[in-house]
T-cell receptor
Framework: GNSVTQMEGPVTLSEEAFLTINCTYTATGYPSLFWYVQYPGEGLQLLLKATKADDKGSNKGFEATYRKETTSFHLEKGSVQVSDSAVYFCALTSGSARQLTFGSGTQLTVLP | NAGVTQTPKFRVLKTGQSMTLLCAQDMNHEYMYWYRQDPGMGLRLIHYSVGEGTTAKGEVPDGYNVSRLKKQNFLLGLESAAPSQTSVYFC????????????FGDGTRLSIL
């Protein structure tokens, strides 16, 4: 079946540091890939997505590239802010109903 | 702009009690989903619906039932609550475009004593 493996957290960084959160996947067919973010006490919000190989998704300074050869979709940001502190989930869609399969989530804390 | 609304936000139940969680969306979306979120496990799909009057099982359906009598509502029922169902429950909806993202509610925190 499909699965998503994420870098285990928690991750703690200083403000303006470089961020990488690793994500690899196993899937049949050609899944679309997503990063969702969850702020404390809230639901998940879509951060970015990529729908085919070599696509780059980007939003709010975050980027991730769909790498089919390495089955990866790593999240990066050049300079994190305190407001980026949240839990980040990598996910893929599959099936006729486009169900999401999630990774376990990575807690990011950014210190001033 | 409400989006996806879940009620209630918090609930404490005793083992064996029943309850229904309500999800309502105002975006005219065809697809709706129920997930549970447990520490260290991400979100897991319980049930989903591809349209009014349809439901299907997800990854962890045991102990839950769902109904989609109206397009905008998706109900999740626990017939006889068990402590293993203590979790945070999220509802989501999406439109019919192939790569439309799912939109999530703020969750229901459910504790079973």
């Amino acid at each position: 079946g499909n699965s998503v493996t994420q870098m285990e957290g928690p991750v703690t960084l200083s403000e303006e540091a470089f961020l990488t959160i690793n994500c690899t996947y196993t899937a049949t067919g050609y899944p679309s890939l997503f990063w969702y973010v969850q702020y404390p006490g809230e639901g998940l919000q879509l951060l970015l997505k990529a729908t085919k190989a070599d696509d780059k998704g980007s939003n709010k300074g975050f980027e991730a590239t769909y790498r089919k050869e390495t089955t990866s979709f790593h999240l990066e940001k050049g300079s994190v802010q305190v407001s980026d502190s949240a839990v980040y989930f990598c996910a893929l869609t599959s099936g006729s109903a486009r169900q999401l399969t999630f990774g376990s989530g990575t807690q990011l804390t950014v210190l001033p | 702009n409400a989006g996806v609304t879940q009620t209630p936000k918090f609930r404490v139940l005793k083992t064996g009690q029943s309850m229904t969680l309500l999800c309502a969306q105002d975006m005219n979306h065809e697809y709706m989903y129920w997930y549970r979120q447990d520490p260290g496990m991400g979100l897991r799909l319980i049930h989903y619906s591809v349209g009014e009057g349809t439901t299907a099982k997800g990854e962890v359906p045991d102990g839950y039932n769902v109904s989609r009598l109206k397009k905008q509502n998706f109900l999740l029922g626990l017939e006889s609550a068990a402590p293993s169902q203590t979790s945070v429950y999220f509802c989501a909806s999406r439109g019919t475009g192939y790569d439309q993202p799912q939109h999530f509610g703020d969750g229901t925190r459910l504790s079973i004593l």
